[in-house]
C-alpha cells in the first residue's frame, strides 16, 4: 500500500531546481577562477567572486539536506541526492582553496598552463550544468548525460597532461636559474586546479551512477 501510495504521489521536482541552481554556482565559480587567472588587477576582485559563489553554493547544500529530511517523496534515492550535492559543493569548495592559496601568496602572474587548465575548468563547469539541467528527465536523455560524462573524462585527461607540462616547465625554469619560491608556489597552484577537476570528474561519475539505477 505504502509503495503505490508513493506511486502516485507528485514528485519533489524542486531537488531539479536546486541542482540547477548548484550548478550555476560552479559555472560562475569557474569563471572567475579564470579571470583571475589573467593576473595583475584582476586577482583581488577576481578571487572575491570565487568566495561569493561558493557562499552561494553552500546556502544551495543547506537547502537540498533540510529538503531531504523534510520531503516523504524524492525524485531518487535520499543518498544520492545527498552524494551529488556533496560532489558539487566540492568542486567549488575547491575553487576556493585554489582563490585562497593565490590571495596567501600574493600571486599577480601566472603560467599559460594554469589559465588553460582554468580555462577548461569553465567548459568541465558548462557541461556539469547541462547534464544536471538533463537529470529531469533523464530517461529520455540518458545517452546525452552518458556523452557529457565521457566528455568530461576526456577534459580531465587534458587537464591531466596540463598539470604534468606545467610542473615540469616551472622545473626548468627553476634549474635555469629562476626563484625557488616560484617553483613550490606554482606546483602547489597547479595541483589546486588539477583537484578542482578532478571534483568535477566526480560529480560525472555521480550523475552516471544515478542514472544507471534510474534508466
Known amino acids: 500500500m505504502l509503495g503505490l501510495f508513493k506511486a502516485v504521489m507528485p514528485k519533489e521536482d524542486k531537488f531539479f531546481d536546486l541542482f540547477s541552481a548548484h550548478a550555476r554556482t560552479l559555472v560562475a565559480g569557474a569563471e572567475a577562477l579564470h579571470d583571475m587567472t589573467a593576473g595583475g588587477?584582476?586577482?583581488?576582485?577576481?578571487?572575491?567572486?570565487?568566495?561569493?559563489?561558493?557562499?552561494?553554493?553552500?546556502?544551495?547544500?543547506?537547502?537540498?539536506?533540510?529538503?531531504?529530511?523534510?520531503?516523504?517523496?524524492?525524485?531518487?534515492?535520499?543518498s544520492d541526492i545527498?552524494?551529488?550535492?556533496?560532489s558539487l559543493d566540492d568542486a567549488i569548495d575547491q575553487m576556493r582553496k585554489t582563490a585562497k592559496v593565490v590571495s596567501l601568496f600574493e600571486v599577480k602572474t601566472f603560467e599559460p598552463q594554469m589559465r588553460e587548465m582554468t580555462r577548461i575548468i569553465?567548459?568541465?563547469?558548462?557541461?556539469?550544468?547541462?547534464?544536471?539541467?538533463?537529470?529531469?528527465?533523464?530517461?529520455?536523455?540518458?545517452?546525452?548525460?552518458s556523452d557529457i560524462a565521457v566528455r568530461i573524462t576526456e577534459i580531465e585527461d587534458q587537464s591531466d597532461q596540463m598539470y604534468d607540462q606545467g610542473r615540469k616547465d616551472l622545473f626548468q625554469a627553476s634549474q635555469a636559474g629562476g626563484d625557488p619560491m616560484a617553483f613550490i608556489v606554482g606546483v602547489d597552484i597547479y595541483s589546486h586546479l588539477e583537484k578542482v577537476m578532478d571534483r568535477f570528474e566526480d560529480v560525472a561519475n555521480r550523475i552516471s551512477g544515478i542514472v544507471v539505477e534510474q534508466v
Open 41 to 78: 588587477d584582476a586577482v583581488g576582485p577576481a578571487s572575491a567572486r570565487v568566495d561569493l559563489h561558493e557562499d552561494e553554493a553552500d546556502e544551495v547544500t543547506r537547502q537540498v539536506m533540510v529538503a531531504v529530511r523534510r520531503s516523504f517523496i524524492t525524485p531518487f534515492d535520499r
Open 82 to 86: 545527498q552524494d551529488l550535492t556533496t
Open 122 to 145: 569553465v567548459e568541465a563547469a558548462k557541461l556539469t550544468q547541462e547534464a544536471v539541467d538533463l537529470l529531469p528527465k533523464m530517461r529520455l536523455n540518458a545517452q546525452k548525460l
